[in-house]
């Protein structure tokens, strides 16, 4: 079975990121760039089913610039196999990534497909769920654990509250939430190997896809800055200005 693992490059969670002057985006000039979290996620998680022998074979795919390549020896550090650059310098929309996923889950018919269950940069949440519509498969979204068996995989899930477990027929998408697994340290001698793995590099012409975008981004704004808190002597002082100044007792 081959597992189909969707990476997205991103801003690094550690960086601050700042809006741009016209507020129309966020500034990605000289910002560092790896891959998201929940994507490396993904990875692992295909990695060990394979390391299992669940798997056969895990090929990592990501859509967007060229330098994503270094994202995808990234997956390969970490143990996938070969890896697909969706090659395109237009602004990707989830809709457009599930259109471009779906076609090459037509091309190399996975057992299953491993999205992180967000992209940290758009927050949109979408693009596994679009995923699943579009190639008429059985999804189970926010992972905390996969087991696959036959053909079948028993997935929880975390939810308000609690988890639910799902069984679903295998092909199957699954998006990943924070608790699924621990990502293992890429190595030196592994970060060697995976330059001499397969990477090969298409367009979205090639799939078939029509990837402009649908939607328009009016204005970013940063949140509002936080004021100040202050410090009180004792609680009796805290509960008056309770109900003097913030008036909230
Ligand atoms: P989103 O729906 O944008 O929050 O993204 C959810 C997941 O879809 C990500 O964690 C990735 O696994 C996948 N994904 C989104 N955009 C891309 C992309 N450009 N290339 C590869 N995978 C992507």
Redesign the pocket.
């Known amino acids: 079975m081959k597992i189909l693992v969707?990476?997205?490059r991103v801003v690094d969670y550690n960086v601050k990121v700042r809006v741009k002057f016209d507020d129309s985006g966020a500034d990605l000039a000289n910002v560092k760039m790896s891959m998201?979290p929940?994507?490396e996620i993904?990875v692992e998680e295909a990695v060990r089913l394979r390391e299992a022998g669940v798997a056969t074979e895990v090929i990592a795919?990501?859509?967007?610039v060229t330098q994503a390549q270094e994202t995808l020896r990234t997956a390969l550090a970490i143990g996938a196999d070969r890896a697909i650059l969706i090659e395109s310098g237009e602004d990707?929309q989830?809709l457009a990534?599930a259109k471009l996923l779906k076609a090459l889950v037509d091309k190399e018919q996975p057992g299953l497909v491993i999205?992180?269950?967000?992209?940290i940069d758009?927050?949109?949440?979408?693009?596994?769920q679009m995923l699943a519509a579009l190639a008429n498969l059985p999804q189970a979204t926010f992972a905390s654990k996969v087991v696959v068996a036959d053909g079948k995989a028993t997935v929880s899930r975390e939810v308000d509250g609690g988890a639910e477990m799902l069984s679903l027929t295998l092909p199957a998408v699954v998006?990943t939430d924070l608790r699924l697994n621990e990502p293992r340290y890429v190595t030196l001698p592994n970060i060697m190997k995976a330059k001499k793995k397969p990477l090969e590099v298409i367009k979205p012409e090639d799939l078939g896809v029509d990837v402009t975008p649908r939607l328009k981004t009016l204005k970013v704004v940063e949140p509002p800055k936080r004021s100040a808190g202050v410090k009180v002597p004792d609680v009796k002082t805290l509960v008056e200005k309770l109900k003097t100044e913030a008036k909230v007792l």
């Open positions: 969707a990476v997205k998201n929940f994507d993904a795919v990501s859509a967007g990707l989830p990534v999205l992180g269950k967000q992209a758009d927050d949109s949440n979408q693009t596994g998006t």
